[in-house]
C-alpha cells in the first residue's frame, strides 16, 4: 500500500494506479492510481467508460485529484462525495468506496471481513507496474491505518444512471429538466434561505429603533426619566449592533452563493462553448464572446445589492402594519404611494426590454468587428482599409452608444420619479401628521416613529424599481445565454455511448448531405449545402488523397471524417459503427486531424505540441520533433523547445505553424490521420523530409489527406476526386493519375491547381469518349 506521489489528502490525494483498460501512451498517466479507482468503480455498477470519456472537457493538466474525481464520478451518473471517516465506520451499503492514502495513491476498499474477533479489509491495490491486474489483498485493521489518510470517496450510482451515463450536470449542478441557471442557483438555497433569516433579524431590530424614538419623545422628554433613558439607549445600542451583525451576515451568505454559483454557471457556460457542434457554432467569434460574456450581466443583477432588496421585500407589510399600529390612518399615505412606486416600475419595463434587446445586439455586432479587425490587424494595413473598418466601428459604436443612452435616460428617470415619491411620502406624512396633533389623535414620537417606518417601506420600494429596470438587462443578457445553452452539442445528453479504447481505422460516409446549421440557428439565413449525397468507404490502412476545385467540398469531408461536423443527412462511419453511437472524446483520442489553417495559443512550444497529451514521454516528443523537423527550429532558439510561440502562432512563420499543428496530432499518436493541405506552407526540401518520415512512420494508419501538392501523392494509394460537394471519380492512384492526363469531364472536376498537383500540364481538355478510366467514375 504504498507509491512515491505525496499530497494533502483533503486537498489533492492523487494516484498512481494504471488504469484497468490502459489507453494508448501519452494519453492517461500509467500512474493515476485515483483515476483507475474511478475507471474499476464505473465499472463496477455497469457503466462502461473509458479514461478518455471520462476527462474530456475537464482542466486536468497532472493527475487526477479528489475534488475532480468527485465530478468526473457525478457526470458519470453517480451521487459522490469525499468525507472524513474511519474505516470501520464506512456503511457496508457504500462498498465498494475509493480510499485516499497518505502518500497520495488511491485504492477500494471491497468490502470488510469478519472472522471472530479478527476484522479484515478487503482491498484492491493498484499493480506495481503499467498495464497490470489490480491486486486484491487482505489487511488488517493497524496495517490499513498506517497508510489511510482518514478521507474516503464514496460514490453509489443515481437512479437511471447505467442506462443514461449523464454528462450533462457539473458537480450535480445541471440536472437534466431544470433550468441551467434556476437549477443551479437552486443548488445554494441554503445560503438564501440564511441571508432570508438574518433580514428578518434585522428588520425586527428596526422595529425596536422606532419604538425606541417613540418612547423618548412621548415619555422620556415630557417625565426627564433619564434612567429610562439610559436603559432604553443601551437597549438601542445593543439592537443597533446586533442590526450590524444581522446585515453583514446576510451580505456574506449572500456573496459567498454569489461566488460558488459564479463558479459553476461559468464552467457550465464555458463547457458549452467547447461542447457546441461546429456547424451550429455563430458566424462571428467576437460576437461568440459577446454571448459569454453576458454571464457578467446576469451575475451583477444576483449580487448582494439585488438580494439584500429582494429579502428586504416581505417585510414591507410589517412596516405598513407598524405605522397604523403608532399612527392609524396614516397608513393610507403608504397604502396609496406604494401600489404608485410599482406601477411606475411596472409601466416603463416594455420600453426598457425593447431598448435593453437593441443595445445588446448592437454591442455584439461592435464586439465581433473589434475582435475580426484585431485578429486581422495585418490584412487591414496591407490593403490600406484601416479607414473603411475605423468607419464601421465609429457607426457601430455610435449605435451602441444610442440605445444604450436611451436605456440609462429611461432607468435614470425612474429612479428619480422613485426618490421624488420618496420626498414626498414624507412631506404628505409630516403635513397630515401636524394635524393630526393638533387635534390630540397623534403624538409627536408616534409621527416620528411613523415617518422612520415609512422610510423602512420606501427604502425596498427603491430597491425594487432599481430592480426593475436592471431586470430588463438581466432579461435580455439571459435570454442570449439561454439561446447558447440551446445549441445542441457534440455529446449529446442522455446518449449511452459505446466505449471504443481503440480503431481499426476504417471510415466511410453513407449517403451524407451536409448544411452548414449555425446562421440559422441565430436567427439568420441557412447556411450552403456543402456536400450532397455522398458515398465513401476507405479501409483500414489505406491512404488516400481527396482532390478537387476549390470550395468543392474538400475540406469538409475531411471534418466530418474527423467528427468535427455531424451531416445533416446521412451518417458517418467507423468499423462499420454509425459515428454517433461512439463517445466523440474515445474517437477523437485515436484520429489526429491538421487543418488548413493552423491555429495556436499562447505559450511555448511545448506547450502547443503537447495541448492534448500533456503526460506524453520524452521518447515521444523527440520523435515528433524529429518528424516534423521542429527539433532544427527549436535548436535555434536559446530557449530550445520552451521557445514562445505568441498569440496564435504570430512569432512563427506559416510554415512553422503548420509544423507545429502537425507535431500536435502526430504526438498522439493517432491511428488515423487526417490532414487538409499539410505541407503547403513547406518548402520543397522540408517537404521532401517530411514525406520520408512519413513514410516510415505511417505502418497501419489510415492516413487521408486534401492536397494540391503532387510530391504528398507519393504516400497514398488511392485518390477521390470531388466536385461540387459530389465524388465524381474515385479508384486507385495511377489509374486515376493516367484518367486525368487523358482530361475529359473528370480533369475539369479537379480544376487547374489540382492537374498541376498531380503533374499535368493545363492544355485543353479531351472529350469524354476519347478514354474511358478503368475506375469509379460518378455522375
Known amino acids: 500500500m504504498s507509491s512515491s506521489r505525496a499530497s494533502d489528502p483533503a486537498a489533492a490525494p492523487g494516484p498512481a494506479i494504471a488504469a484497468p483498460d490502459a489507453a494508448p501512451e501519452g494519453a492517461v498517466p500509467s500512474d493515476d492510481a485515483l483515476l483507475s479507482a474511478v475507471l474499476w468503480l464505473c465499472r463496477h455498477h455497469g457503466i462502461d467508460r473509458t479514461p478518455h470519456s471520462l476527462l474530456s472537457g475537464l482542466g486536468i493538466s497532472q493527475l487526477l485529484t479528489p475534488p475532480l474525481a468527485v465530478r468526473v464520478l457525478q457526470e458519470a451518473g453517480f451521487n459522490a462525495s469525499v468525507v472524513d471517516r474511519e474505516p470501520r465506520q464506512i456503511l457496508a451499503l457504500l462498498l465498494p468506496a475509493i480510499l485516499l492514502l497518505k502518500n497520495g495513491d488511491a485504492c477500494v476498499l471491497l468490502e470488510r471481513v469478519v472472522r471472530g474477533k479478527d476484522l479484515r479489509y478487503r482491498i484492491l491495490m493498484p499493480p506495481a507496474d503499467a498495464g497490470d491486474a489490480p491486486v486484491e489483498v487482505l489487511a488488517s485493521e493497524d496495517e490499513l491505518l498506517q497508510e489511510y489518510s482518514g478521507y474516503v470517496l464514496m460514490a453509489t450510482p443515481r437512479l437511471g444512471a447505467t442506462a443514461t451515463a449523464n454528462r450533462a450536470a457539473i458537480d450535480d449542478m445541471l440536472v437534466p429538466g431544470r433550468h441551467w441557471l434556476w437549477g443551479t442557483l437552486r443548488r445554494f438555497m441554503p445560503y438564501y ?42 437597549g438601542a445600542g445593543l439592537a443597533i449592533v446586533f442590526d450590524l451583525i444581522a446585515r453583514q451576515l446576510r451580505s456574506h451568505l449572500i456573496d459567498l452563493a454569489g461566488k460558488k454559483a459564479d463558479l459553476a454557471l461559468g464552467a457550465i457556460l464555458f463547457r458549452k462553448a467547447l461542447s457546441i457542434r461546429l456547424e451550429n457554432r455563430p458566424e462571428s467569434s467576437g460576437s461568440f464572446a459577446h454571448q459569454l460574456a453576458q454571464l457578467e450581466v446576469v451575475r451583477d443583477f444576483s449580487t448582494s445589492a439585488t438580494m439584500s432588496a429582494i429579502s428586504d421585500l416581505p417585510f414591507i407589510v410589517l412596516f405598513m402594519a407598524m405605522i397604523w399600529f403608532v399612527a392609524g390612518e396614516l397608513v393610507v399615505v403608504m397604502l396609496v404611494a406604494v401600489p404608485l412606486v410599482l406601477l411606475l416600475a411596472v409601466a416603463v419595463q416594455q420600453v426598457l426590454r425593447r431598448s435593453m434587446t437593441a443595445n445588446q445586439r448592437q454591442m455584439a455586432d461592435m464586439q465581433g468587428l473589434l475582435i475580426e479587425t484585431m485578429e486581422g490587424m495585418e490584412a487591414v494595413r496591407a490593403a490600406s482599409a484601416q479607414g473603411h473598418f475605423q468607419r464601421q466601428y465609429e457607426e457601430s459604436n455610435a449605435m451602441a452608444a444610442q440605445t444604450s443612452l436611451r436605456s440609462r435616460a429611461l432607468m435614470s428617470w425612474v429612479n428619480n420619479a422613485t426618490m421624488v415619491s420618496q420626498q414626498l411620502i414624507t412631506v404628505v406624512m409630516l403635513v397630515w401628521g401636524v394635524h393630526l396633533i393638533a387635534d390630540n389623535q397623534l403624538t409627536a414620537g408616534a409621527l416620528i416613529s411613523a415617518v422612520m417606518f415609512a422610510g423602512r417601506v420606501v427604502a425596498p420600494l427603491g430597491g ?144 502547443n505540441i503537447l495541448l492534448s497529451r500533456p503526460h506524453a514521454g520524452a521518447d515521444t516528443l523527440a520523435e515528433v520533433l524529429r518528424l516534423t523537423g521542429l527539433d532544427r527550429v527549436a535548436a535555434a532558439h536559446p530557449s530550445g523547445i520552451d521557445l514562445p510561440v505568441g498569440e496564435g502562432g504570430n512569432m512563427l512563420s506559416g510554415g512553422q505553424r503548420q509544423l507545429v ?115 469509379s467514375v460518378v455522375t
Open 193 to 234: 434561505r440564511g441571508a432570508m433569516l438574518a433580514a428578518l433579524l434585522s428588520n425586527v431590530l428596526m422595529l425596536f429603533i422606532g419604538l425606541f424614538t417613540s418612547v423618548v419623545y412621548d415619555r422620556v422628554i415630557p417625565h426627564k426619566a433619564f434612567v429610562t433613558l439610559w436603559s432604553l439607549a443601551a
Open 464 to 607: 425594487v424599481v432599481s430592480l426593475a429596470s436592471r431586470y430588463q438587462g438581466a432579461r435580455a443578457a439571459l435570454r442570449v445565454l439561454d439561446n447558447l445553452m440551446a445549441q445542441p452539442s457534440e455529446r449529446e445528453e442522455g446518449r449511452r455511448y459505446l466505449p471504443r479504447s481503440a480503431i481499426r481505422g476504417q471510415l466511410g460516409l453513407r449517403d451524407v448531405s451536409f448544411q452548414y446549421q449555425a446562421p440559422q440557428a441565430m436567427g439568420q439565413a441557412p447556411g450552403p449545402t456543402v456536400l450532397k449525397g455522398i458515398n465513401l468507404r476507405i479501409e483500414a490502412g489505406e491512404r488516400v488523397a481527396i482532390l478537387g476545385k476549390i470550395g468543392s467540398g474538400k475540406s469538409t469531408v475531411l471534418r466530418l471524417l474527423a467528427g468535427l461536423y455531424m451531416p445533416t443527412e446521412g451518417y458517418t462511419e467507423v468499423d462499420g459503427i454509425d459515428l454517433r453511437q461512439i463517445d466523440p472524446a474515445d474517437y477523437r483520442a485515436q484520429v489526429g486531424f491538421v487543418a488548413q489553417e493552423p491555429r495556436l495559443f499562447r505559450g511555448s512550444l511545448r506547450d
Open 661 to 775: 499543428a502537425l507535431a500536435r496530432c502526430l504526438v498522439t499518436q493517432p491511428q488515423v490521420l487526417l490532414m487538409d493541405e499539410p505541407t503547403s506552407s513547406m518548402d520543397a526540401q522540408s517537404e521532401a523530409q517530411f514525406i520520408a518520415q512519413l513514410k516510415q512512420t505511417m505502418g497501419s494508419r489510415t492516413m487521408v489527406a486534401v492536397t494540391h501538392r503532387p510530391a504528398l501523392l507519393e504516400v497514398v494509394d488511392r485518390i477521390v476526386v470531388i466536385d461540387a460537394g459530389k465524388v465524381v471519380i474515385d479508384g486507385p492512384k495511377q489509374q486515376v493519375l493516367a484518367a486525368l492526363a487523358g482530361g475529359g469531364a473528370p480533369r475539369q472536376a479537379v480544376g487547374q491547381a489540382a492537374g498541376r498537383a498531380v503533374g499535368m500540364e493545363a492544355a485543353p481538355a479531351q472529350p469524354p469518349s476519347a478514354q474511358r478510366p478503368p475506375f
